[in-house]
């Protein structure tokens, strides 16, 4: 698998992760295509962009053109919360309704279940810093591409984003990402933005998770666009399974989102679907 890696100059944690990957090997200078340099390292391409990523719409076709084969791209990120707590996480991108923040409106980016649901193993795996909050973010923000896409990130203010420590563990993770490419993929639907739920369904069992949509982008919702967020979570993602984060929902919104998940022919599973990750 090719994987780009990219990393903004101005997004610190980004910079920090590319130093440790740096550091790693022996890379190989590509040069640049006049805005962007490569880099390359096995089948790993470090793509730096000198703006934010999440502006920087089709980035993996600036790579393309480039001559860089893309099967999928990680990007490296600071994560921001109003919480300001310390948190490493990973999460698939794109924009169930306005695209405030990049990307189009209306319009999901595929995911990386497989490689992101690993990488979220490994975050937990790997930890050392207690105060860390680690876990999914559901589907959120920009840029639109092409090529399977998911972002890893250290949060959530200043002080972490500072924290060349908490870049190494993500850095070490991407570096030995292996993916558990047999286990079944789901759309999760339900919950708040951090996913507690699904992040303890992908710890615990052999499933991997591509996009989430919570609970706040189905408020206020009629049945047409709750079903077309679902629509476009499952045929992006590659699946017909759903997870539905049922007690995250009174029991007539449950059957509602339930009954709209199989109307357009998905299947809703829980916990006592999945086969459980062995311990040993």
């Given at each position: 698998?090719?994987?780009?890696?990219?990393?903004?100059?101005?997004?610190?944690?980004?910079?920090?992760?590319?130093?440790?990957?740096?550091?790693?090997?022996?890379w190989?200078?590509?040069?640049?295509?006049?805005?962007?340099?490569?880099?390359?390292?096995?089948?790993?391409v470090?793509?730096?962009?000198?703006?934010?990523?999440?502006?920087?719409?089709?980035?993996?076709?600036?790579?393309?053109?480039?001559?860089?084969?893309?099967?999928?791209?990680?990007?490296?990120?600071?994560?921001?919360?109003?919480?300001?707590?310390?948190?490493?996480?990973?999460?698939?991108?794109?924009?169930?309704?306005?695209?405030?923040?990049?990307?189009?409106?209306?319009?999901?980016?595929?995911?990386?279940?497989?490689?992101?649901?690993a990488?979220?193993?490994?975050?937990?795996?790997?930890?050392?810093?207690?105060?860390?909050?680690?876990?999914?973010?559901?589907?959120h923000?920009?840029?639109?591409?092409?090529?399977p896409?998911?972002?890893?990130?250290?949060?959530?203010?200043?002080?972490?984003?500072?924290?060349?420590?908490?870049?190494?563990?993500?850095?070490?993770?991407?570096?030995?990402?292996?993916?558990?490419?047999?286990?079944?993929?789901?759309?999760?639907?339900?919950?708040?933005?951090?996913?507690?739920?699904?992040?303890?369904?992908?710890?615990?069992?052999?499933?991997?998770?591509?996009?989430?949509?919570?609970?706040?982008?189905?408020?206020?919702?009629?049945?047409?666009?709750?079903?077309?967020?679902?629509?476009?979570?499952?045929?992006?993602?590659?699946t017909?399974?759903?997870?539905?984060?049922?007690?995250?929902?009174?029991?007539?919104?449950?059957?509602?989102?339930?009954?709209?998940?199989e109307?357009?022919?998905?299947?809703?599973?829980?916990?006592?679907?999945?086969?459980?990750?062995?311990?040993?």
């Amino acid at each position: 698998m090719s994987r780009l890696l990219v990393c903004s100059e101005i997004d610190l944690p980004s910079v920090n992760m590319k130093d440790w990957l740096m550091g790693f090997h022996d890379w190989d200078d590509m040069g640049d295509d006049g805005t962007n340099t490569y880099c390359s390292y096995g089948d790993n391409v470090m793509m730096t962009i000198p703006d934010m990523h999440i502006r920087h719409e089709d980035l993996d076709k600036e790579a393309e053109r480039f001559g860089v084969k893309v099967d999928e791209v990680i990007v490296m990120s600071k994560h921001s919360a109003k919480s300001g707590r310390a948190a490493l996480t990973v999460h698939p991108i794109g924009n169930y309704h306005e695209n405030e923040f990049g990307g189009r409106a209306e319009c999901l980016v595929k995911p990386s279940p497989a490689s992101m649901t690993a990488a979220l193993r490994a975050i937990v795996k790997s930890n050392d810093m207690p105060e860390n909050q680690l876990c999914f973010e559901v589907t959120h923000h920009g840029p639109y591409l092409e090529k399977p896409t998911f972002y890893i990130e250290v949060g959530s203010e200043q002080t972490h984003w500072e924290n060349k420590h908490a870049a190494e563990i993500l850095a070490h993770i991407i570096d030995d990402l292996e993916p558990d490419t047999g286990y079944p993929t789901l759309v999760g639907v339900g919950g708040g933005h951090y996913a507690p739920r699904f992040t303890e369904v992908a710890l615990k069992f052999k499933a991997n998770f591509g996009h989430m949509l919570p609970v706040y982008q189905m408020e206020q919702r009629d049945d047409e666009d709750i079903v077309r967020m679902i629509k476009s979570a499952c045929e992006s993602t590659g699946t017909k399974t759903v997870y539905v984060h049922r007690k995250s929902m009174k029991k007539p919104e449950e059957r509602r989102i339930t009954a709209l998940i199989e109307s357009i022919g998905m299947e809703p599973v829980s916990s006592k679907d999945l086969e459980p990750i062995s311990e040993n």
